[in-house]
């Protein structure tokens, strides 16, 4: 079974630009959540996706949107880039929205870099 | 604000002998705890979760769930240097509508 994937692998932008950051789930699971993991901040919740519709965002400004296609698959964009928002982002999967039942799996992350 | 708490480290332990990993919690809602393993530059991996109070064990770890203390620990038995990594713990109140609350983290390094 292939796991949660991203794309690219690294992204390096300049300040004010705009990045985009793909992530197909696992077969079969319809939930998709993005983190930002930052040096020295941990995890941190960025949004969630569920059958198509943005189900909550964590507390980060409206530059940082996405969407859910019909496959499942997502998409991060981060609009007018800040040098802050280098960092790497994760894009995990569940099998069902919420956690009792199905645990999150980590794609391998984008590492972008703003200059 | 909820707040996962867990010493940074690193935690140093022998080949062989238990490594304890511990996290507090604030939000006494939370319903759901996690703990990930995360290697140098590379994804979170999920090892245990738990729910309810007392041990969970599953080969040589142990998850331990005191809600009344908030309060959440991992043990790791007979530790192999490939045991190295950050350990991450997470939390959350259930449904996905919040998110998983994740602390920073704990470095534990097992010295052969």
């Known amino acids: 079974e292939a796991g949660v994937t991203q794309s690219p692998t690294h992204l390096i932008k300049t300040r004010g630009q705009q990045a985009t950051l793909r992530c197909s789930p696992i077969?079969?699971?319809?939930?998709v959540y993005w983190y930002q993991q930052a040096l020295g901040l941990g995890l941190q919740f960025l949004l969630w996706?569920?059958?198509?519709?943005?189900?909550n965002r964590g507390n980060f400004p409206p530059r940082f949107s996405g969407r859910q296609f019909p496959n499942y698959s997502s998409e991060l964009n981060v609009n007018a880039l800040e040098l802050e928002d280098s960092a790497l982002y994760l894009c995990?999967?569940?099998?069902?929205?919420?956690?009792?039942?199905?645990?999150?799996?980590f794609g391998n992350g984008t590492r972008l870099t703003v200059t | 604000q909820k707040e996962v708490e867990q010493n940074s480290g690193p935690l140093s332990v022998p080949e062989g002998a238990i490594a304890s990993l511990n996290c507090t919690y604030s939000?006494?809602?939370?319903?759901?705890f996690f703990w990930y393993r995360q290697y140098s530059g590379k994804s979170p991996e999920l090892i245990m979760f738990?729910?309810?109070?007392g041990d969970k064990e599953d080969g040589r770890f142990t998850a331990q769930l005191n809600k009344a203390s908030q309060y959440v620990s991992l043990l790791i038995r007979d530790s192999q240097p490939s045991d190295s990594a950050t350990y991450l713990c997470?939390?959350?109140?259930?449904?996905?509508?919040?998110?998983?609350?994740f602390g920073k983290g704990t470095h534990l390094i097992i010295q052969p």
């Open positions: 996706y569920d059958e198509g519709e943005e189900r």
């Open positions: 995990a999967s569940s099998l069902e929205a919420g956690y009792s039942n199905s645990p999150l799996h």
């Open positions: 738990i729910y309810s109070n």
């Open positions: 939000d006494r809602g939370s319903q759901s």
């Open positions: 077969s079969g699971h319809t939930s």
């Open positions: 997470a939390v959350t109140e259930g449904g996905g509508a919040d998110g998983l609350t």
